[in-house]
């Protein structure tokens, strides 16, 4: 992979051979996610439908790993991106609702997103939570 990789159709990050066979596995590593989360792994092909697996992350919490194996398009450029969702431990607060789970969401090359997620089901962006001071960058 390149050191500075795009997540872009126009210019892909790898280019795979016409002999490639699917399927193919990807190696995702994460800190600070519970192990035991699942992470759900999307293929969106530049051209057809996008398709999802899962893999369990193992290790330790502060380093943890997983492995899934994708079918992907040699023909045209494929965009993976991985998201994992997870209950918090500790309580937390915002606008006097319970925020119960976060999910974080990376695309290779893009910045991680991260999502805070109330009991009610509204969805906090982990910026508004840092303006608030109830999270740190």
Do not use: C, H, W
Not at 41 to 46: A, G, L, N, R, T
Request: proline share 5%.
């Amino acid at each position: 992979m390149p050191a500075s990789p795009t997540g872009s159709y126009a210019q892909p990050d790898m280019l795979l051979p016409s002999t490639t066979t699917n399927p193919v596995t990807v190696n995702l590593s994460a800190s600070n996610i519970p192990t035991g989360t699942t992470v759900k792994v999307s293929m969106i092909p530049q051209y057809g439908s996008a398709t999802d697996v899962t893999a369990t992350l193992s290790r330790t919490n502060s380093s943890s790993t997983a492995s899934a194996s994708v079918n992907l398009s040699t023909s045209y450029a494929n965009v993976i991106m991985a998201q994992a969702t997870f209950t918090l431990l500790t309580a937390m607060f915002y606008d006097n609702e319970k925020i119960e789970k976060v999910r974080v969401a990376a695309t290779m090359g893009k910045e991680s997103e991260v999502v805070y997620i109330t009991e009610t089901g509204k969805e906090i962006k982990a910026e508004e939570l840092m303006i608030a001071g109830l999270v740190k960058r």
